[in-house]
T-cell receptor
Framework: GNSVTQMEGPVTLSEEAFLTINCTYT??????LFWYVQYPGEGLQLLLK?????DKGSNKGFEATYRKETTSFHLEKGSVQVSDSAVYFC?????????????FGTGTRLTIIP | DTEVTQTPKHLVMGMTNKKSLKCEQH?????MYWYKQKAKKPPELMFV???????INESVPSRFSPECPNSSLLNLHLHALQPEDSALYLC???????????????FGPGTRLTVL
């Protein structure tokens, strides 16, 4: 079946540090891959997505590249801010099926200290 | 309007109460979802409605009863819940259809439910 493995948290970084949150997946076919962010007390927001191999999703300074050869979709940001403190979920969804469920990783809690 | 709204924001209920959660979207989406999220865990899918018909039920206990009265509204009726049902209940919607570009789900802010 489908599964997503992401690095265990919590992760604590200083402001302006480089961020990497690792995500690898197991899936049949060619899934779409997503990063969602959840700020304290809120629902999930889509941060970025990629729908095919070698696609790079980017948003708000965050980037992730769909690597089929390593089945990975690592999240990176060059210089984090305190406002990036949140929980980040990597997720996949099978392509070409409109309403199939998202399979989430366990989430990584990120705290940025000034 | 790219927003999914949920009411109420917080709900406290006893084990014998009957209550309902409401979700609404005006993006013209035809797929709507209920998720349950326990503290420090990822969301778990409960139900999917596609074109107002229930398409996925993830073996959810019958004390949770979903309803989709029209394409913009999704309800979750609650009855005889247990304390372990306390969680954040998230609603989401997506455009629906079979193409990859319809895959993006938009989430609401959630209803935080406490069962006493």
């Amino acid at each position: 079946g489908n599964s997503v493995t992401q690095m265990e948290g919590p992760v604590t970084l200083s402001e302006e540090a480089f961020l990497t949150i690792n995500c690898t997946y197991t899936a049949t076919g060619y899934p779409s891959l997503f990063w969602y962010v959840q700020y304290p007390g809120e629902g999930l927001q889509l941060l970025l997505k990629a729908t095919k191999a070698d696609d790079k999703g980017s948003n708000k300074g965050f980037e992730a590249t769909y690597r089929k050869e390593t089945t990975s979709f690592h999240l990176e940001k060059g210089s984090v801010q305190v406002s990036d403190s949140a929980v980040y979920f990597c997720a996949l969804r099978r392509a070409n099926f409109g309403n199939e469920k998202l399979t989430f990783g366990t989430g990584t809690r990120l705290t940025i200290i000034p | 309007d790219t927003e999914v709204t949920q009411t109420p924001k917080h709900l406290v209920m006893g084990m014998t109460n009957k209550k309902s959660l409401k979700c609404e979207q005006h993006m013209g989406h035809r797929a709507m979802y209920w998720y349950k999220q326990k503290a420090k865990k990822p969301p778990e899918l409960m139900f999917v409605y596609s074109y107002e018909k229930l398409s996925i039920n993830e073996s959810v206990p019958s004390r949770f009863s979903p309803e989709c009265p029209n394409s913009s509204l999704l309800n979750l009726h609650l009855h005889a819940l247990q304390p372990e049902d306390s969680a954040l209940y998230l609603c989401a919607s997506s455009q629906g259809g079979l193409a990859v570009r319809y895959n993006e789900q938009f989430f609401g802010p959630g209803t935080r439910l406490t069962v006493l």
